[in-house]
């Protein structure tokens, strides 16, 4: 199904999303520090307002910076930007986008869900900003690099998979402690994760073995690209003198200079694939 609609919609996709986020945050916090209430007033994810028509709250909700210290600010942003662009190298812009998405959408679904139930909205009520979205960003990014080390507190290097193993150990004891309103919030919220992990245990995701794999190649590509004298396109194997075609979307080298394409070692038959569907296609058996 994803590729299917990769195929109609990838076009479409937002590269570099994670940039766009960062710039989102890096306002919100600015605005948290001179104005507030403007955020609160406004912009923050309150379900009463939306069914009440203010939708924009569906998006603006995004403005909450992960940190309001303006010395951790900038190595959450920067942490942030690591692993949405890595997940977005890892699967392809399209289904970054599509996971990213779906983590805002299950946000405010789960804040619509507990003021139905509880008659509570408001970010006073429940921590429903980009709290859930941030967590199912890491949880994905542990599952895809569970063996990559940070240094937890500046100073202790610690595996990301251990780290998330706290984060989960916390959501299941604030599940257990909270309300059903809340309990209902961490479901939903987190259900972009959940279905992720799931492909992901059916060896659908990128492997750490295959993300180092394409680094390798992509450097590899760039020098060769580097010494190379740059031909022409005539006389490739496929219209307009093109000489590699993605077998998930289509596209040539024409469409951009900058693709990269490789066969796929797993497919039975010569399928080629660019950078976008390498490690993320369904191998053809």
């Not at 989960?168 to 919220?189: E, P």
């Amino acid at each position: 199904m994803l590729d299917k609609l990769e195929r109609k919609f990838g076009r479409y996709a937002v590269k570099n999303l994670m940039i766009y986020i960062i710039v989102l945050y890096a306002i919100g916090f600015f605005l948290s520090l001179t104005m507030p209430e403007v955020y609160i007033a406004y912009f923050c994810l309150d379900a009463e307002r939306i069914l009440h028509g203010e939708v924009w709250r569906i998006f603006t909700f995004l403005l909450n910076a992960p940190s309001t210290n303006p010395i951790f600010i900038i190595f959450s942003l920067y942490f942030y930007y690591i692993l949405g662009s890595t997940l977005e190298r890892a699967w392809g812009a399209f289904r970054f986008n599509l996971y990213y998405l779906t983590g805002v959408l299950g946000t405010v679904l789960a804040a619509i869900i507990a003021y139905l139930i509880t008659g509570l909205s408001g970010p006073f009520e429940f921590y429903m900003d980009t709290y859930y979205i941030n967590i199912s960003l890491f949880l994905a990014f542990a599952t895809v690099l569970p063996d990559m080390q940070v240094l937890f507190m500046f100073l202790i290097p610690i595996r990301m998979k251990w780290l998330a193993l706290l984060d989960v150990a916390f959501l299941v004891y604030s599940f257990v402690i909270s309300g059903w309103g809340m309990r209902v919030a961490i479901l939903v919220a987190l259900l972009n994760f959940l279905g992720y992990f799931l492909g992901f245990m059916r060896r659908r995701g990128a492997s750490p073995g295959q993300i180092h794999r394409k680094y390798v190649y992509k450097k590899a590509a760039a020098a060769g690209a580097a010494k190379s004298p740059g031909g022409a396109h005539g006389g490739g194997r496929y219209p307009g003198g093109a000489h590699h075609r993605c077998a998930v979307c289509g596209r040539t080298e024409l469409d951009d200079p900058n693709l990269e394409f490789r066969y796929c070692s797993k497919c039975n038959g010569n399928y080629e694939y660019c950078q976008d569907h390498l490690f993320t296609h369904t191998h053809v058996k």
